[in-house]
């Protein structure tokens, strides 16, 4: 519905005086380039996780999402500096890390820019010195994400999409999204795409529910 808006507005008014969103061709380029959103949907409900291989962000050991997977539940970040109401959430997000970091395994995985200087710029970002363009190699990406790192303070592991955008396509993590991944490597939750699906409460039911099931599951077990 929005991108027909954008194409057909009701007259030429009105478009003058919506003028918060892209024009044409940026909105043609947004999609094209992913940074609206991924081109995929991600995976369903009960589907199994797509692995992946990524480096952490400050130079690290690689991260093998299927090595983190077992016991404990993982809980899937994506987000990007550029991406107002993600760094909105961010402290939330972090709060949610810092309570429930002893009994799941957080991982952060930095993505497209959502609004970079060269494609739909946001006003509010550059009044907040938010400004810069879209990366083009993974160096300047990993460059990025430290700044969003050390700038929203994040303490959960932190990686990097590489420049191909393979896994925030896989996920459809662009511009932001959660997930949740149960034991057995299958989707457990998958929040809204950003920015209004972005929902670190709702993300924080579906965990406590996944532990819960998961404690339930082994007392249970444990009787004789």
């Known amino acids: 519905d929005d991108v027909q808006y954008r194409f057909e507005p009701p007259d030429e008014k009105t478009r003058r005086a919506d003028n918060r969103g892209p024009d044409r061709n940026t909105l043609v380029l947004g999609l094209a380039r992913q940074e609206i959103g991924s081109l995929q ?32 539940p993982v809980v ?72 969003c790192q050390a700038t929203l303070n ?21 511009p932001s999204r959660l997930y949740v991944i149960d034991g057995e490597g299958r989707i457990a939750y998958k929040s809204g795409r950003g920015p209004m699906g972005f929902k670190p409460a709702e993300c924080e039911q579906s965990l406590v529910l996944l532990l819960q099931q998961q404690e339930n599951k082994d007392e249970t077990t444990a009787k004789p």
């Open 154 to 174: 994040f303490k959960m592991p932190f990686l990097v999409d590489a420049i191909d955008d393979k896994v925030g396509a896989a996920y459809s993590g662009m």
């Open 41 to 72: 949907p991600g995976p369903d409900l009960n589907e199994m996780a797509p692995d992946f291989t990524l480096p952490a962000v400050n130079g690290g050991e690689k991260v093998t999402l299927s090595e983190q997977i077992g016991e404990r």
């Open 76 to 147: 899937l970040v994506f987000g990007n500096f550029t991406c107002g109401p993600f760094r909105s959430q961010s402290g939330n997000v972090e709060k949610l890390y810092e309570r429930y970091k002893d009994r799941a395994t957080f991982l952060m995985v930095y993505v497209r820019e959502a609004h970079p200087d060269d494609g739909w710029s946001s006003g509010r970002n550059q009044s907040l010195g938010v400004s810069l363009n879209q990366p083009t190699t993974d160096a300047e990406r990993h460059t990025v994400a430290r700044v």
